[in-house]
């Protein structure tokens, strides 16, 4: 993931002021920043939920501004709220975004007993999502976000309210997938105590980039 010069107001409020910053493969990249920082207009641009006149943003090489459909491709997210059909099970939550992937239904079924067997989650799979506590459902989010074989995979402070056991699930988790698949990690989070030693920090503060590096470095 590659972001140059990325610049976007709201009005004449600006939300984000010349950010860059890369994200290379296999690392993973902890986005901190108090609330009104401009971590959510971030992950919007790069989305493409917001479009942005200034700056540009690549996804594995894909620009997302001109090359929209090949970049998003290559896409997984994992918004703060929860996107999951509730009265849907979770095989037919799964079943349908990558149906939306153009994945056939043998394969699609194929990654996502794979999957779900990494997180545990298999056995559950013809549980509805209602039926699941907040966790699980975080777990089957990251599945889903998956299930294409992004090449960047963004979160958006997707541990918020669970329980420690389950943030410290989805941490390690999401650590051994940057390290196991080589996927570039983009988490925005406010919990310190989370961090990596290995992690790369971004520090954004009032729309701009006001440090980036080595968990040490940046400390």
């Known amino acids: 993931l590659k972001v140059a010069n990325l610049a976007y107001a709201y009005g004449k409020k600006p939300a984000l002021d010349q950010v860059s910053f890369a994200v290379a493969a296999g690392q993973c990249c902890i986005l901190l920043g108090p609330n009104g920082a401009g971590k959510s207009t971030l992950f919007s641009l790069i989305t493409h939920l917001y479009d942005s006149r200034d700056g540009n943003i690549a996804i594995a090489g894909f620009d997302v501004k001109r090359q929209s459909r090949l970049a998003l491709a290559r896409l997984g997210v994992v918004f703060q709220q929860p996107t999951l059909d509730m009265d849907l099970s979770v095989v037919q939550n799964l079943r349908y975004h990558a149906a939306l992937h153009g994945i056939s239904r043998r394969q699609a079924d194929e990654r996502i007993q794979e999957e779900l067997e990494r997180q545990g989650m298999y056995s559950r799979r013809q549980e509805t999502i209602r039926q699941l506590n907040g966790g699980h459902r975080r777990r089957v989010e990251i599945a889903r976000a998956l299930l294409h074989k992004p090449s960047v995979l963004l979160l958006d402070e997707p541990t918020v309210g669970l ?43 009032q729309g701009q980039v006001r440090a980036t590096g080595a968990v040490d470095e940046v400390l």
Do not use: N, T
């Not at 056991?165 to 997938?177: C, E, M, N």
């Not at 196991?180 to 105590?193: D, K």
């Open 163 to 205: 329980d420690v056991p389950s943030r410290k699930a989805i941490v390690d988790y999401v650590h051994h997938l940057a390290a196991e698949q080589g996927i570039a990690v983009l988490w925005a989070r406010h919990l310190i105590g989370e961090i990596a030693p290995s992690d790369q920090l971004i520090v954004l503060h």
